[in-house]
């Protein structure tokens, strides 16, 4: 089992920068991929980016390419999506997510991924 608990969201301006983090309980935490992902508000959950267990495969949606970045402490136990250049439409509930799969190839499905963090909300005002 883990838990997962995210930090970091808030209200930011148009071209600032935010860091989520995502903070995992459990020893197991090295051997699993984390993705991000974000809800607004009638939409559906979507994929933002993640990253395989091992850190040899990141995957980024296209509309934050370039913009955002993952990356993992596994010494902390937490993973991070690191957010730069954010725009109005990036406004939404991120959630992180776990997932035991060893298939790389569909980090960005919602189904991929067994454990879920609460969310936090990220609001980029134009």
């Known amino acids: 089992q883990v838990q997962l608990v995210e930090s970091g969201g808030g209200l930011v301006q148009a071209g600032g920068s935010l860091r989520l983090s995502c903070a995992a309980s459990?020893?197991?935490?090295?051997?699993?991929?984390m993705g991000w992902f974000r809800q607004a508000p009638g939409k559906e959950r979507e994929f933002v980016a993640a990253?395989?267990?091992?850190?040899?495969?990141?995957s980024y949606a296209d509309s934050v390419k370039g913009r955002f970045s993952i990356s993992r402490d596994n010494a902390k136990i937490t993973a991070y999506l690191q957010m730069n250049s954010l725009k109005p439409e990036d406004t939404a509930v991120y959630y992180c997510?776990?997932?035991?799969?060893?298939?790389?190839?569909?980090?960005?499905?919602?189904?991929?991924?067994?454990?879920w963090g609460q969310g936090t909300q990220v609001t980029v005002s134009s």
């Open positions: 990253m395989y267990w091992s850190g040899f495969v990141t």
């Open positions: 997510a776990a997932a035991r799969s060893s298939d790389w190839t569909r980090l960005r499905y919602v189904a991929l991924y067994d454990y």
């Open positions: 459990g020893r197991t935490f090295s051997s699993y991929s």
